[in-house]
């Protein structure tokens, strides 16, 4: 017998985005996100992957189409214990709290005991490698520092959802690729059936190839699915796999495919 398929924690059924001002940034997105899945959503600036980000937190309502979490009716994000956490693409750290107040600061808005807090917010500092900086202010920090407590913060709740839109496109290329292999971690680091489900949006094609399972292209604005490129390769992924010829592979297939989706859209 063959085991279950793993359970949808997202469903984006056709959904569309139109702005008060007129602007049109979704066109009719369907994408399915399954339990411990690490997809990420690849694009042109522009092409609306921000916003079916926070269509999918929770953060805006779509103008047409529906969103389930965890299977529940339409706009219902889980009642049974289930957690989503975003991470933005700056670390939005309050500058006059010190970096355990900032990754606190979600479980005081809970009402969390402000001890358990503590020692939440500790281990969570711990997981992100910045064990000894809890009293220090975010503008003590390095940028990629700052990241990490940013991601610190969303790893607090113990999220089983974890969306990320383009966290590290600010920081230089050795940071963001330290920071990358660091996330690989942390998505594996619960063991097998246990993974978090990651959503990560990136522009770069490197960085999804190293990162996903699945890439997810969209078109320029109005954003449309323009297909997807799974990525076949084992984890954990390491610097060699940067520089294989499997790499450079899958990257020759998202930039056509990319390509393709321009050209689409510009007719």
């Known amino acids: 017998m063959s085991a279950a398929a793993p359970r949808a924690v997202v469903e984006l059924d056709r959904v569309s985005r139109t ?3 007129g602007t049109r940034a979704l066109d009719s997105v369907s994408l399915t996100v399954a339990e411990g899945e690490l997809v990420t959503l690849l694009g042109p600036s522009g092409c609306g992957k921000s ?4 269509i999918a937190a929770a953060l ?3 103008s047409s189409g529906a969103v389930r979490w965890w299977g529940e009716g339409p706009g219902r994000i889980g009642t049974a214990g289930h957690r989503l ?7 939005t750290l309050m500058p006059w709290l010190r970096v355990a107040s900032n990754v606190r600061l979600p479980l005081d808005l809970a009402g969390i005991e402000r001890g358990a807090g503590d020692r939440a917010a500790r281990a969570a500092l711990a997981r992100v490698g910045l064990a000894g900086f809890e009293a220090s202010y975010p503008r003590e920090l390095s940028g990629g520092m700052q ?3 940013s991601i610190a913060r969303a790893l607090v ?4 959802l974890l969306l990320m839109d383009e966290p590290f496109g600010a920081l230089d290329e050795i940071t963001r690729a330290r920071l990358d292999a660091d996330l690989l971690a942390l998505w594996a680091g619960r063991g097998a059936g246990q993974r978090l489900t990651v959503v990560f949006v990136t522009h770069s094609v490197y960085e999804a190839v190293y990162l996903s399972q699945r890439v ?3 078109s320029a604005r109005p954003g449309r699915l323009a297909g997807e490129v799974a990525i076949d390769e084992p984890y954990p992924r390491t610097d060699d796999f940067r ?12 930039q056509q495919l990319l390509a393709r989706a321009t050209e689409a859209a510009a007719r």
Do not use: I
Not at 86 to 91: I, K, P, R, Y
Not at 157 to 160: A, I, K, S
């Open 19 to 21: 702005y008060p001002s």
């Open 51 to 54: 916003t079916l980000l926070g």
């Open 60 to 62: 805006q309502p779509p």
């Open 85 to 91: 956490a975003m991470v933005f693409q700056s670390a």
């Open 147 to 149: 990241m990490r407590a």
């Open 157 to 160: 709740t113990e999220p089983d």
């Open 216 to 218: 997810v292209v969209m």
């Open 243 to 254: 520089v294989s010829q499997r790499f450079a592979s899958h990257a020759r297939a998202l």
